[in-house]
């Protein structure tokens, strides 16, 4: 059974911090990649950060030493904590999981078979 719910999105002001939660099936956690996108309207979806191979991570320029993606083992359960939040940070943001990671501007993105349904982040200046 495959199973992504994220939770822990909401409102904040520019400058705050959130903390994004995904459970996962044991299936879906155990896969080799997981990560977090976001989409802001009118653009397209782009990954924020990837956790794979046992424990490698990536983040692209744009959130890199303000986003940290961890997993809880215990829990199966992945996070993304988000700090020093701006206005372009706005979006709704997604888990995923798959089975293949691809390199693109220095960022190793998830090539993601599932996903779950999105919790929306909104970040006002």
């Known amino acids: 059974q495959v199973q992504l719910v994220e939770s822990g999105g909401g409102s904040v002001q520019a400058g705050g911090s959130l903390r994004l939660s995904c459970a996962a099936s044991?299936?879906?956690?155990?896969?080799?990649?997981m990560g977090w996108f976001r989409q802001a309207p009118g653009k397209e979806r782009e990954g924020v950060a990837t956790?794979?191979?046992?424990?490698?991570?990536s983040y692209p320029d744009s959130v890199k030493g303000r986003f940290t993606i961890s997993k809880d083992n215990a829990k199966n359960t992945l996070y993304l904590q988000m700090n020093s939040l701006k206005p372009e940070d706005t979006g709704m943001y997604y888990c995923?999981?798959?089975?293949?990671?691809?390199?693109?501007?220095?960022?190793?993105?998830?090539?993601?078979?599932?996903w779950g349904q999105g919790t929306q982040v909104t970040v006002s200046s």
């Open positions: 044991e299936s879906t956690y155990s896969m080799y990649c």
């Open positions: 956790i794979y191979s046992g424990g490698r991570i």
């Open positions: 995923a999981a798959g089975a293949y990671v691809s390199l693109s501007g220095g960022f190793w993105r998830c090539d993601s078979k599932y």
